[in-house]
């Protein structure tokens, strides 16, 4: 199971951190990911990592988010600073997959609003 949380309204040029927390037997999995999907749009991967510590980000992102992850916490976070109104949507957990492509494991998603 994935949950998620740290959604919410921010203003352009603000920060959110983004945090998945995941039951134990779904954390042993190698690659975590962050994925998002705009409304009207497909959706997309925003960023993943390893067990053991490599990373992949979108263009879009690189730059400004940081995805890390603390295995005593069993936990995946997103940090998003510098943030534009294009950002805006539901991001989701993932986990399963490969650094390049998402896996079966999908959590219920947060949102993320960014306006003025």
């Known amino acids: 199971q994935l949950v998620e949380s740290g959604g919410g309204l921010v203003q352009p040029g603000g920060s959110l951190r983004l945090s998945c927390a995941a039951s134990?037997?779904?954390?042993?999995?190698?690659?975590m990911g962050w994925y998002r999907q705009a409304p009207g749009k497909q959706r997309e991967l925003v960023a993943t990592?390893?067990?053991?510590?490599?990373?992949n980000y979108a263009d879009s992102v690189k730059g400004r988010f940081t995805i890390s992850r603390d295995n005593a916490k069993n936990t995946v976070y997103l940090q998003m600073n510098s943030l534009k109104p294009e950002d805006t949507a539901v991001y989701f957990c993932?986990?399963?997959?490969?650094?390049?492509?998402?896996?079966?494991?999908w959590g219920q998603g947060t949102h993320v609003t960014v306006s003025s």
């Open positions: 993932n986990a399963g997959g490969s650094l390049y492509s998402s896996g079966s494991y």
């Open positions: 990592i390893s067990s053991g510590g490599f990373t």
């Open positions: 134990g037997s779904i954390f042993r999995i190698n690659v």
